[in-house]
């Protein structure tokens, strides 16, 4: 089963991290990263860019364009991470894996029901 390791921080916080606090933190992850990978149950994973240089496309229609996600939160998705693992458990494990580097954030795991395969990481059957 894929699963969605969303990324959530507060994006002012993270902002104001220094070039070296954000490169320490990135380079942790980046170790986690490694034996997920090389076990073969890490799939892509993403940093997004500011939340200010989002749009937003909704209404009816062909829709309208808007500067920036208007999500009344605290904290903002910042990146992700796609893995596969059997249970649950095993992707809460690698969050947690996530977790012990960046404290910070916070991490939501949500399982993926559709998924096209891409980059050779499997494809998934449609499970609940």
Do not use: C
């Amino acid at each position: 089963m894929l699963y969605a390791i969303l990324a959530y921080h507060v994006e002012d916080e993270l902002l104001a991290w220094t070039p070296q606090q954000d490169a320490a933190v990135v380079a942790k992850v980046i170790e986690v990263q490694a034996p997920l990978r090389a076990s073969g149950h890490l799939g892509p994973a993403a940093r997004l860019e500011d939340t200010r240089k989002a749009r937003t496309l909704r209404g009816p229609g062909a829709g309208i364009v808007l500067d920036g996600p208007f999500a009344e939160t605290k904290e903002q998705l910042l990146g992700f991470h796609l893995v596969n693992y059997d249970t649950d458990d095993e992707a809460i494990a690698a969050a947690r894996k996530l977790r012990e580097v960046n404290p910070s954030a916070v991490y939501e795991i949500r399982p993926v029901k559709l998924y096209v395969p891409a980059d050779g990481f499997g494809a998934t059957t449609t499970k609940g």
